[in-house]
């Protein structure tokens, strides 16, 4: 059997789809689609060699999933793919990552999306668009999972303190946390709309059959689930913060009222 290599890596915050499509003289769809594919023809004049079953997928979110390339020409396409003006990010690509392979018989084009599946299915190519697509979906959900995770832990500590009704934390500290909670989930919210099933791939009773069994495997569904009640908390803690916040801020003005009224009578029997 044949293998079918996928790596996948997060390589920036966004990619600008139309940007690198004009680059490689791509003609965009009308239709508004996540990602550009550039297909054999563009990645052997990038190599410079035959290079029949290989693609890339760019997605707007900022994944890139290589199918069929070695980590000598991956390395080769980001340097080429960062003369189009775009800001790779290479700490990110290092970090965030995923990795697939499915088991092609070439005799009759039968494929199993993974090495011990049970059920096999005809060799289209749009398997690969399904299959690249949720390794991006898993890399872009693992990095707004491990970013939520450090800020939830920094966020956590204050959770204690404010249910005693007060902060012991340094000020500054606690404002700069609190921003930062908002500016994930601001920079996130985003990017969590995309992590469910392409509209494109829900055409078909196969194409969601293949998407649906692939995402299973990476278990989109369910760390979707769990994210989405991660953030809700998120905004819990800061919902208690600009709560105790405002708390604080009606009883200064009621005692600042209180000063007021107490000084009244004094400033009338000295006038």
Same mark, same amino acid.
């Given at each position: 059997?044949? $293998?079918?290599?996928?790596?996948?890596?997060?390589? /920036? /915050?966004?990619l600008p789809l139309a940007q690198?499509?004009?680059?490689?003289?791509?003609?965009?769809?009308?239709?508004? +689609?996540?990602?550009?594919?550039? !297909?054999?023809?563009?990645?052997?004049?990038?190599?410079? *060699?035959?290079?029949?079953?290989?693609?890339? *997928?760019?997605?707007? *979110?900022?994944?890139?999933?290589? &199918?069929?390339?070695?980590?000598?020409?991956?390395?080769?396409?980001?340097?080429?793919?960062?003369?189009?003006?775009?800001?790779? !990010?290479?700490?990110?690509?290092?970090?965030?990552?995923?990795?697939?392979?499915?088991?092609?018989?070439?005799?009759?084009?039968?494929?199993?999306?993974?090495? !011990?599946?049970?059920?096999?299915?005809?060799?289209?190519?749009?398997?690969?668009?399904?299959? /690249?697509?949720?390794?991006?979906?898993s890399a872009e959900l693992y +990095?707004?999972?491990?970013?939520? @995770?450090?800020?939830?832990?920094? /966020?956590? +500590?204050?959770?204690? *303190?404010?249910? $005693?009704?007060?902060?012991?934390?340094?000020?500054?500290?606690? &404002?700069?946390?609190?921003?930062?909670?908002? #500016?994930?989930?601001? #920079?996130?919210?985003?990017?969590?709309?995309?992590?469910g099933r392409s509209s494109e791939?829900? $055409?078909?009773?196969?194409? #969601?059959?293949?998407?649906? +069994?692939?995402?299973?495997?990476?278990?989109?569904?369910?760390?979707?689930?769990?994210?989405?009640? $991660?953030?809700?908390?998120?905004?819990?803690?800061?919902?208690?913060?600009? &709560?105790? #916040?405002?708390?604080?801020?009606?009883?200064? %003005?009621?005692?600042?009222? &209180?000063?007021? %009224? @107490?000084?009244?009578?004094?400033?009338?029997?000295?006038?």
């Amino acid at each position: 059997m044949e $293998r079918v290599n996928f790596n996948t890596y997060k390589a /920036a /915050a966004k990619l600008p789809l139309a940007q690198i499509g004009s680059f490689f003289n791509l003609k965009l769809e009308a239709v508004w +689609k996540e990602y550009i594919k550039i !297909d054999s023809n563009e990645v052997e004049k990038i190599l410079k *060699y035959s290079s029949p079953n290989k693609s890339v *997928y760019i997605y707007t *979110y900022g994944c890139v999933t290589f &199918i069929n390339f070695n980590q000598e020409e991956i390395y080769v396409f980001l340097e080429y793919l960062g003369k189009t003006y775009v800001e790779l !990010d290479y700490k990110m690509i290092s970090k965030f990552s995923e990795t697939h392979v499915m088991y092609l018989n070439s005799e009759d084009a039968s494929i199993k999306l993974w090495e !011990d599946a049970d059920e096999e299915f005809h060799y289209g190519k749009y398997i690969n668009d399904i299959v /690249a697509t949720v390794l991006a979906k898993s890399a872009e959900l693992y +990095k707004i999972e491990t970013e939520l @995770s450090e800020v939830l832990d920094e /966020a956590g +500590k204050f959770i204690m *303190y404010l249910n $005693r009704g007060y902060l012991r934390a340094n000020k500054k500290k606690v &404002i700069s946390t609190i921003a930062k909670c908002i #500016r994930f989930k601001y #920079r996130s919210i985003e990017n969590v709309r995309l992590l469910g099933r392409s509209s494109e791939f829900n $055409r078909t009773m196969e194409s #969601r059959n293949i998407f649906d +069994k692939v995402s299973e495997l990476f278990e989109l569904d369910e760390r979707y689930v769990v994210l989405l009640n $991660r953030m809700n908390i998120l905004d819990s803690i800061t919902g208690e913060y600009f &709560i105790f #916040r405002s708390q604080q801020s009606e009883r200064r %003005l009621l005692l600042f009222e &209180i000063l007021l %009224l @107490s000084l009244f009578p004094l400033s009338h029997l000295l006038s």
